[in-house]
T-cell receptor
Framework: AQSVTQPDIHITVSEGASLELRCNYSYGATPYLFWYVQSPGQGLQLLLKYFSGDTLVQGIKGFEAEFKRSQSSFNLRKPSVHWSDAAEYFCAVVPEGYSSASKIIFGSGTRLSIRP | GAVVSQHPSWVICKSGTSVKIECRSLDFQATTMFWYRQFPKQSLMLMATSNEGSKATYEQGVEKDKFLINHASLTLSTLTVTSAHPEDSSFYIC??????????FGPGTRLTVL
């Protein structure tokens, strides 16, 4: 079945440590890919997106993500997390064949906690 | 990035009344906007797609007569929850489509129906 999978429901990392949040999808070989972050009681903020080209994408707040076609993955990384990074992170996919982001599928989210 | 606002950020109303939530794209025009509902600790659930100048498209299971959507201009869409009941209490988030390829989200509206 088609899906966007974020296998980690909740991750805790120490402040200053590196972070990787996983995302796998099954919507074709060349979907549009997004990472959004949501702080408690807030809307979603776009961190970064991938449409084509260089498979390593830089985003805001020091985040980056790498598109790996062979693994159908789009993992989010940050070399050193800050306490303010504690939030819910959503991976989202526009399936291959859709020219517009009107059809966007969200993963279930990963909650990130930061250990002081 | 593009900015989308929502108003109000929170609202409390009595059962049976109607509530209107506004969604505005502040620095770009959006022919398409979306309305989502989010339950605690869950992902977003698409309710409807709002198209400027035409009728909204509702997802299966969403009552169009209860959740009225109006997209009167290229920067404004409104969601009216009619005859609200406690089970309509939720977090409602809108988004606006920029350049046809990226959704930018508003900050959300917390609705509590007493």
């Amino acid at each position: 079945a088609q899906s966007v999978t974020q296998p980690d429901i909740h991750i805790t990392v120490s402040e200053g440590a590196s972070l990787e949040l996983r995302c796998n999808y099954s919507y074709g070989a060349t979907p549009y890919l997004f990472w959004y972050v949501q702080s408690p009681g807030q809307g979603l903020q776009l961190l970064l997106k991938y449409f084509s080209g260089d498979t390593l994408v830089q985003g805001i707040k020091g985040f980056e993500a790498e598109f790996k076609r062979s693994q159908s993955s789009f993992n989010l990384r940050k070399p050193s997390v800050h306490w303010s990074d504690a939030a819910e992170y959503f991976c989202a996919v526009v399936p291959e064949g859709y020219s517009s982001a009107s059809k966007i599928i969200f993963g279930s989210g990963t909650r990130l906690s930061i250990r002081p | 990035g593009a900015v989308v606002s929502q108003h109000p950020s929170w609202v409390i109303c009595k059962s049976g009344t109607s509530v209107k939530i506004e969604c505005r794209s502040l620095d770009f025009q959006a022919t398409t906007m979306f309305w989502y509902r989010q339950f605690p600790k869950q992902s977003l659930m698409l309710m409807a797609t709002s198209n400027e100048g035409s009728k909204a498209t509702y997802e299966q299971g969403v009552e169009k007569d209860k959740f009225l959507i109006n997209h009167a201009s290229l920067t404004l869409s409104t969601l009216t929850v009619t005859s609200a009941h406690p089970e309509d209490s939720s977090f409602y988030i809108c988004s606006a489509l920029e350049n046809g390829d990226t959704q930018y989200f508003g900050p959300g509206t917390r609705l509590t129906v007493l």
